[in-house]
């Protein structure tokens, strides 16, 4: 009876070994897709709150460009960020959630429309978004949620978006670009731009304000309402006004808007903001995330939006839908469904973009949203190429869609396939992805190799509720004058900027990849090496390692690691390589031995038919 307890107990281990190392903080895959335990490559460092970014809070003094600093005394909705230089750029897609902490401006503009002249007014705005400067140390630097723009780019946004049809179906527009004081007191506290074809109330695209108080007068100014995305260049600080149904380029040096990007005139897509158009099919255009490419190149991902990611020429023109997602097919059984059943089931529909950046080559890489019924987050990461076309290698033990086996047999587990909400890439084409699922972050190679995971969900500090953006983090260490790489997320959920720093094992890693990807083959196997002594079922360590040697010429060590790897491309390769060094070093005895064998073919025959000759000779003089 104590054996069959006893091999029972060992048998239940077994089985569950996978469900534990799977439930653990850091594992990998191995070749046959079995969870296992791996060294950490991500550490949690630290978790920044609002009240820590603001630590330097005496010596900081808001600019013009911030209004309301007295109301706004936590992150509400942080949606995005983005790093430039030893600058970290934060985005509160919501700094006054409602209409209790709304922030009053003073402002130029009539009561209503029929009023004759513009005079000043206290008007209440929330969702009004901010933006927040950091410093290497975490600490705020500026901020800012209110901003000029230019004349041109205000008259492109009144004819742009707001507009009704008269008796001759000519666009009347609602706006005047040149004389924002004619704004109505309404629309600048409207908090939406959605039509009410009732009494046509819309949020106002800008407003006159009186931002420079060095100089008399008023400026035209916009705020930013329910921002989504972010993104930072040498001049510039493009924003996502998502709810404002518009991207905004921001100069850095006076943070006067002078880019502007409007609804993309693909027609049948988006409403084009058409009083006459009652009732529509088409779609609020409601831009999530933007990256910006070395020749001004805009690309966003719109919500709701299935055509692919929206590109924008230099000029701020449309100009294509790229990347589209394939249509996820319906299971087989679904013609077995009653009407009822199958009007249950999420639409047949592409699967929508949820993040994106640029690699060194100016790339896209993105991230997608999985159909909700699937069990796997099969290919939701793209690497997207000039033509539109996914490239991404995929040449790992397991494809680079973040949990490939997850325990759904213990309880409490969190089930279904990966989320991935932010994606980023350094400089060595590593990526990591952030996983909303079970608050992961996979981090992979340019060959599509999973090299580590790192993180949690949980209620702790160091645990991930809701990722919203990733970004790698790159900062000068003056003892040594290294560069210390971070990756920074900024978690939702929590409403804090999560600090991760790269552990030794991680840095080898690192460094082991990179070094193979600038061509120092012996650098990199040296890296590996020291890889597989700090843990030893790391397979990833042999086959860098193999790569090395093979690269090297020597195919016989090479095909060792890769036997120890698993990986049969790789020993493919190698043999192919050492069979080919084979013959040319036995190509002398080779051919001896076939001209050898060859001649002694050939005398054999001769012999044969010479002897048959005779035999026969014979028998005919026997008879």
Partial sequence: MKKKILFLTILLTFLLVPTFVIGAYSYNYDFFKNPIYSSEGL?????????????????????????????????????????????IYILDGAATASSETAVKINVYAKKEAS????????????????????????????????????????????????????????????????????????????????IDNNNKKIRAPFFAYDLDKTTDGYETCVLLNSATGLYVTEDYIYVADSGNARVLGIRKSDYVIDKVFTT?????????????????????????????????????????TYQGIIEYNQQGEFNRFLGKNLVTKRSW???????????????????????????????????????????????????????????????????????????????????????FTAIDVNKDRIYSVADATRGRIFTYDEEGNLLYVSGEKGDLESN???????????????????????????????????????????????????????????GAKAKWEEVSKMNSNYELAYVGIGKSLLRNGQYEEAMKNFELGHNATYYSDAFKQYRNDLLKENFGILMTGIVLVSAAGVALIVTKKIYEKNLARSKREEA
Avoid: C
């Fill in 264 to 304: 993309p005139n693909d027609e049948g897509t988006f409403y084009m903001f058409d009083y006459a158009e009652t009732a529509t099919t088409k779609i609020l255009y409601q831009p999530a995330k933007i990256v910006v490419d070395g020749s001004g190149r805009l690309y966003t991902i719109a919500k709701n």
């Fill in 464 to 522: 991930i509720k809701n990722p919203v953006a990733l970004r790698y983090f790159n900062v000068s260490n003056k003892a040594n004058n290294n560069s210390l790489e971070y990756v920074l997320l900024l978690d939702q959920g929590a409403g804090t900027l999560m600090i991760y720093e790269t552990t030794q094992f991680g840095k080898l890693v690192n460094e082991a990849t990179s070094l193979y990807l600038n061509n120092d083959i012996h």
């Fill in 43 to 87: 550490t949690f460092k630290d978790a920044i709150d609002f009240s820590e970014i603001f630590k330097n809070e005496q010596s900081f003094i808001d600019s013009e460009n911030f209004i309301g600093g007295d109301k706004i005394k936590k992150f509400i909705d942080l949606s995005d960020l983005a790093v430039y230089g030893d600058e």
């Fill in 333 to 419: 059984w679904s013609f077995l469904l009653s009407d009822e059943q199958y009007s249950k089931l999420s639409l047949n529909l592409p699967s929508e973009f949820t993040n994106l950046t640029l690699d060194d080559r100016q790339l896209i890489y993105a991230t997608a949203q999985p159909d909700p019924s699937a069990t796997t987050a099969a290919e939701m990461i793209k690497l997207i190429n000039t033509s539109g076309k996914d490239v991404l290698k995929r040449n790992g033990y397991v494809k680079p869609d973040g949990d490939i086996n997850y325990a759904s047999y213990v309880k409490p587990a969190i089930e279904g396939s990966s989320k």
């Fill in 115 to 194: 009023d004759k002249a513009p005079t000043e007014q206290t008007a209440e705005v929330y969702k009004n978004s901010g933006i927040y400067v950091l410093n290497s140390d975490y600490t705020i630097k500026e901020r800012m949620n209110i901003f000029q723009i230019t004349k041109e780019a205000a008259v492109q946004l009144a004819q742009a978006y707001y507009y009704e049809r008269d008796s001759l179906n000519q666009k009347v527009y609602l706006f005047d670009g040149e004389h924002p004081e004619n704004v109505t007191l309404s629309a600048i506290e409207a908090n939406t731009i959605l």
